[in-house]
C-alpha cells in the first residue's frame, strides 16, 4: 500500500509492523504513533476506521499464535486506485481471518451465508455445489476473483466456487455490492467477491499446520499447509474431503456423496524496489447431484477438474506504480444424467481455457490520485453440446468421442479512474470501455462515481451511481437438451444503481443503513409456461427489471458496554429486504428473477463460556418469493425458514479442538428448487500448529 498523506499539519509514524515486546512503542514515546489495522467485528459489517489497543483473540491456530500480532494497512478494493478502508468512498463487506476461524463453516460458500446482502443457494452441502447472488440478481452476474484475478467461467456460473483453496488458507474475503465494472471489468453486473490467501513474506509464519474434522453423514476432511518465510516466501497446502451424502435414490443408491481434493502453492518475492506474487491450485470434484437439474432424474452426477495459475508483478519505487499481471484458468466438467450409464443418455463433456493479461497503474499528483488499467480476456470453450460446429473437432480425453462445438471470444477493457483524496472528503469517479468479440459487440462506456464524508472520527455518509454489463454464459446461449431451450441471440445484460447511506463506528457500537435502487435492462433468465408441464425451460431477455432494496446492521461490542460480565463478547444483527417492480408474470415460473430473498436477517452472538472455551451462535432467517415444481409435479410457494448454527471451541497457543453443529435444530427446507437441505450436521475437529 503506497499511501499519499493529504492536510497533514506535522509528520506521523506509522508502525507497520510490531509484536507484544515492552519496548515496542517504550522507544516510540515524545512522537505521534498510528496504528493502522482492519478490524471487522461481524461478517455482515466491515469496520475499518476503529483502532483497537486491545489484543485480539485468535480462534484457530491456522493464523499466528496469539502472542504475535501483525497490524497492517489494508487496502481493499472497492475502487481501481488502492484506498484504506478509511479514504475509500465506497462500501466493501470484509469478513477477515479471526472470522473465519470463529464460523461453524466448512467452504467458502457456507461461510458468505452470513453475508447480509449475498443470497447462497446450495443444491450439495459442503460446497458441492452453489449458486451465489448478490442483491437479488443470480449466480451468473457476479464476479468471483482469486487474490485479484478473475477466476469465472464462461460456460456456466454453477460450479463458479470450485476454488483450489482450503477455508484455512484465507486471510479475507471481500465482498463488494453493486456494479463492478470499473473496478474489476465485465461480469461483475451485481458485484464481486474476491478471496484473498495469505501471503507470508515477512510475517514470520514459517512452519506447517495440520487440521482433521469428522462428522454426520459420513464425513472426513483432513489437509495441512507448509510455509517457508524469507525475501522470496512460499506455501503449499493440500486437503481432502469427502462424505456420503444426506439422501439416497429412489433405488436405494446414495446421490448426494461427495469427494474432493485440493491442491494450492502460493510464492511471493518482495524487496525494497519490488514485489513479484504467483499461485497455482488445482480442484477436483466429484459430487452426486441427485435431483439438481431435474425432479425427474435422481440419479445425475458431476465430475469437474480446475486448474488456476497467476502471476503479477509491482514495483514499490517511483512516481507511477504498475502492476501487470497475466493469468490462465482451465475448467472441465462431466455431466451424466444418469450415473455411470453413457449408454443410456450420452454425457456432456465441457472444456474452457481462459487466458488473460491486464495492467493496472496508479500516481498520485495534486490533484489526488489517478489509476489507468487495461485488460485482455480470451475464453475459449470446447464441448460435446454447446457452441457452434467446430471446423477441427478435439478428442475428449478417455473416451471415443470428440469435442464437436464450441465457442472463442475476447474481451477487451479499458478503465481510468481519479481520486480526490480530503481530510474529511473523497471523491472516487471513472469509466470503463468494453468491447467484446461476440456478437461483433461494439465499444461500450460504463461510467461510475462514489462519494463520502467523513463527521468527526465516528460518521460517515456515502452515495454511489455506478453501471456495468454481463455478457450471457455459453449455457444461456447454447444450452438446448434436456428440456430446454436457449436463444444464441441474447443481448448482454446492462445495469444502473443507486446508492447511498450513513455508517457509524466506534469500539464498542458499529451500524450502517444503506438504501439502493437497481435499474436492470435485457435481464437474462430461464422461464417456462407453469400450465404446460412438458413446456421446455427458455433463457430471453426480460426487458427491465427495477429492484429497491434496504440493508442495516448493528454491532454491538458487549464486553465494551457491559465491563461488569466477563461471558458475552460481541452480538451483532443484520437485515437485508428487497422488492422488485411487478412484472407480468402470470403463467411463468422463473429460475432465478423471479426467485430471490425479499427478507434475510442474520444474527451472531459470541461468547467466552470459561477460560479458552468459546462458543459463537449464528442464526439465518430467509423468505424467498417465486415457485418451484417438486418431484412429484406440483407447483411450490417457497416458504420462509429460520436456522441456527454453532461452533464450540477451546483455543490454546498451538492448537484448537471444536465441535460445530449446523442446522442446529434439524429444519427442513430448500434453498434451490425440490433439493432439500440436509437436516441437522455435527462435526467435530482439531487444527494443530508445528
Not at 239 to 256: E, I, P
Not at 329 to 342: I, K
Not at 422 to 438: D, P
Not at 570 to 598: F, N
Amino acid at each position: 500500500m503506497y499511501k499519499q498523506t493529504f492536510n497533514m499539519k506535522r509528520q506521523r509514524l506509522i508502525f507497520r509492523q510490531f509484536g507484544n515486546k515492552g519496548y515496542s512503542l517504550f522507544s516510540c514515546l515524545g512522537r505521534e504513533v498510528v496504528c493502522s489495522v482492519l478490524s471487522v467485528s461481524t461478517l455482515t459489517y466491515a469496520s475499518a476506521e476503529s483502532v483497537s489497543t486491545k489484543p485480539l483473540v485468535n480462534d484457530s491456530t491456522a493464523m499466528t499464535t496469539a502472542r504475535e500480532m501483525m497490524l497492517d494497512e489494508v487496502s481493499v478494493t472497492g475502487s481501481r486506485a488502492p484506498l484504506t478502508k478509511s479514504q475509500a468512498a465506497r462500501m466493501v463487506t470484509v469478513l477477515d481471518r479471526q472470522q473465519i476461524a470463529q464460523a461453524p463453516v466448512q467452504s467458502v460458500n457456507d461461510l458468505l451465508k452470513y453475508a447480509v446482502g449475498v443470497d447462497v443457494r446450495q443444491r450439495g452441502a459442503l460446497g458441492a455445489q452453489t449458486d451465489i447472488s448478490i442483491r437479488g440478481g443470480n449466480n451468473e452476474q457476479i464476479t468471483i476473483l482469486l487474490n485479484g484475478v478473475n477466476i469465472c467461467d464462461p460456460q456456466t456460473g454453477h460450479n463458479a466456487f470450485d476454488l483450489p483453496v482450503d477455508i484455512n488458507d484465507i486471510v479475507r474475503i471481500e465482498v463488494l455490492e453493486g456494479p463492478a465494472g470499473r473496478v474489476y471489468g465485465t461480469s461483475s453486473l451485481v458485484g464481486a467477491i474476491n478471496i484473498v490467501t495469505r501471503a507470508d513474506a515477512g510475517t514470520g509464519n514459517e512452519g506447517a499446520q495440520l487440521h482433521a474434522e469428522a462428522g454426520s453423514y459420513g464425513y472426513a476432511n483432513v489437509g495441512g499447509r507448509v510455509a517457508l518465510d524469507g525475501k522470496t516466501s512460499q506455501s503449499l497446502s493440500a486437503n481432502y474431503t469427502r462424505s456420503d451424502g444426506f439422501s439416497r435414490n429412489k433405488a436405494g443408491g446414495l446421490n448426494a456423496d461427495y469427494k474432493t481434493v485440493k491442491a494450492f502453492y502460493q510464492g511471493r518475492y518482495s524487496d525494497e524496489q519490488m514485489r513479484v506474487d504467483w499461485h497455482a491450485g488445482l480442484s477436483v470434484k466429484d459430487f452426486g447431484s441427485n435431483t439438481f437439474y431435474g425432479a425427474k432424474w435422481d440419479d445425475q452426477f458431476e465430475h469437474t477438474l480446475k486448474t488456476y495459475t497467476a502471476i503479477s508483478a509491482e514495483n514499490k519505487q517511483g512516481r507511477l506504480h504498475l502492476k501487470p499481471t497475466i493469468y490462465w484458468n482451465r475448467s472441465m466438467d462431466r455431466f451424466e444424467l444418469f450415473r455411470d450409464a453413457p449408454d443410456t443418455y450420452p454425457f456432456n463433456y465441457h472444456r474452457t481455457d481462459v487466458y488473460g493479461v491486464n495492467l493496472n497503474g496508479h500516481f498520485d499528483w495534486t490533484l489526488g490520485r489517478t489509476a489507468i488499467g487495461a485488460e485482455l480476456r480470451n475464453e475459449d470453450l470446447v464441448s460435446g453440446n454447446l457452441g457452434e460446429p467446430l471446423a477441427n473437432v478435439h478428442h475428449i480425453h478417455g473416451t471415443n468421442r470428440n469435442y464437436e462445438y464450441g465457442l472463442n471470444r475476447t474481451n477487451i477493457s479499458f478503465v481510468l479512474e481519479h481520486n480526490i483524496l480530503l481530510k474529511q472528503f473523497t471523491l472516487s469517479a471513472g469509466l470503463v470501455a468494453v468491447k467484446n468479440s461476440w456478437n461483433e459487440m461494439n465499444m461500450r462506456l460504463y461510467p461510475g462515481i462514489d462519494a463520502s464524508y467523513r463527521i468527526g472520527n465516528n460518521w460517515k455518509l456515502y452515495a454511489s451511481y455506478n453501471t456495468s454489463l454481463r455478457m450471457p454464459s455459453v449455457t444461456e446461449l447454447y444450452y438446448s437438451v434436456g428440456g430446454h431451450k436457449a436463444d444464441k441471440h441474447l443481448k448482454p445484460e446492462e445495469l444502473a444503481a443507486w446508492e447511498g447511506g450513513v455508517k457509524y463506528n466506534s469500539y464498542d457500537l458499529e451500524g450502517s443503513v444503506s438504501v439502493y435502487r437497481n435499474h436492470c435492462k435485457n435481464l437474462i433468465d430461464w422461464i417456462r409456461r407453469s400450465d404446460d408441464p412438458d413446456a421446455p425451460w427458455e433463457s430471453v431477455n426480460f426487458t427491465e427489471v427495477n429492484a429497491t432494496g434496504i440493508e442495516a446492521n448493528l454491532a454491538l461490542n458487549l464486553q465494551e458496554l457491559l465491563p461488569a460480565q466477563h461471558l458475552l463478547k460481541k452480538l451483532s444483527v443484520a437485515y437485508s429486504y428487497i422488492d422488485q417492480d411487478k412484472v407480468e408474470t402470470d403463467g411463468i415460473q422463473s429460475q432465478y428473477t423471479l426467485e430471490y430473498l425479499r427478507h434475510k436477517l442474520v444474527a451472531q452472538l459470541q461468547a467466552n463460556l470459561w477460560k479458552q472455551l468459546n462458543m459463537n451462535i449464528y442464526y439465518r432467517l430467509q423468505d424467498r418469493t417465486g415457485t418451484y415444481t417438486n418431484a412429484d409435479g406440483q407447483i411450490k410457494d417457497y416458504e420462509p425458514y429460520g436456522v441456527v448454527d454453532a461452533r464450540l471451541s477451546w483455543n490454546a497457543p498451538r492448537y484448537t479442538l471444536y465441535v460445530e453443529a449446523n442446522n442446529l435444530l434439524d429444519k427442513r427446507y430448500v434453498e434451490y428448487g425440490h433439493v432439500e437441505q440436509p437436516g441437522r450436521w455435527l462435526i467435530a475437529g482439531i487444527n494443530i500448529t508445528l
